[in-house]
T-cell receptor, first 117, second 115 residues
């Protein structure tokens, strides 16, 4: 069964606007971590933001924030004030278990974001 | 140490040939992961090591695939008798198992094309 679901294959957003990328997850573990990575056309995976399952506050990192709704099992990424350099593929990922025993990532299929002038 | 490195960056081979990829993790990282990413998809987990021990293997890792990390430092991923379906980007990542360490650092990947 798919553990991470990203329902938006692609999105266009205008420069300086905010964009929300959807992510829902499926786990029976109480302890897990949620991550967002950016993959530009050059191919490298760039870590953006992390949310732990026990974190009560939504994570923020600069222009990135994670809208964590635990009961809905959603972890949407919000990018504020989009820039042309934000054009990339964005992946939501999950690691299950305790933070000190995490193993593999499980990734969603990704959302392609194109920022237009 | 500037990050995870992978060699080669690109590999073109003929069907049926064997290929080997190398990953050098960040030096203090004790965990090393291999993922496979096909076009338009997210990375899929293949296997991971803690030091030299291979702790988990995906069912995607058929008997034609083998991975090693002999001294707990660099790792190799070998694919024997390559098939066209093996064409993909092979990503390596490393992390440090301690406390709240949560991030995996990815290498640039090795793009394999099987003709």
């Amino acid at each position: 069964a798919q553990k991470i679901t990203q329902t938006q294959p692609g999105m266009f957003v205008q420069e300086k606007e905010a964009v929300t990328l959807d992510c829902t997850y499926d786990t029976s573990d109480q302890s897990y971590g949620l991550f967002w990575y950016k993959q530009p056309s050059s191919g490298e995976m760039i870590f953006l933001i992390y949310q732990g399952s026990y974190d009560e506050q939504n994570a923020t990192e600069g222009r990135y924030s994670l809208n964590f709704q635990k009961a809905r099992k959603s972890a949407n990424l919000v990018i504020s004030a989009s820039q042309l350099g934000d054009s990339a593929m964005y992946f939501c990922a999950m690691r299950e278990g305790r933070a000190d025993s995490w193993g593999k990532f499980q990734f969603g299929a990704g959302t392609q974001v194109v920022v237009t002038p | 140490d500037t990050g995870v490195s992978q060699n080669p960056r690109h590999k073109i081979t003929k069907r049926g040939q064997n290929v080997t990829f190398r990953c050098d993790p960040i030096s203090e990282h004790n965990r090393l992961y291999w993922y496979r990413q096909t076009l338009g998809q997210g990375p899929e987990f293949l296997t991971y090591f803690q030091n030299e021990a291979q702790l988990e293997k995906s069912r995607l890792l058929s008997d034609r695939f083998s991975a090693e990390r002999p001294k707990g430092s660099f790792s190799t991923l070998e694919i024997q008798r390559t098939e066209q379906g093996d064409s993909a980007m092979y990503l390596c990542a490393s992390s440090y198992r301690a406390g709240n360490s949560n991030e995996q650092f990815f290498g640039p990947g090795t793009r394999l094309t099987v003709l």
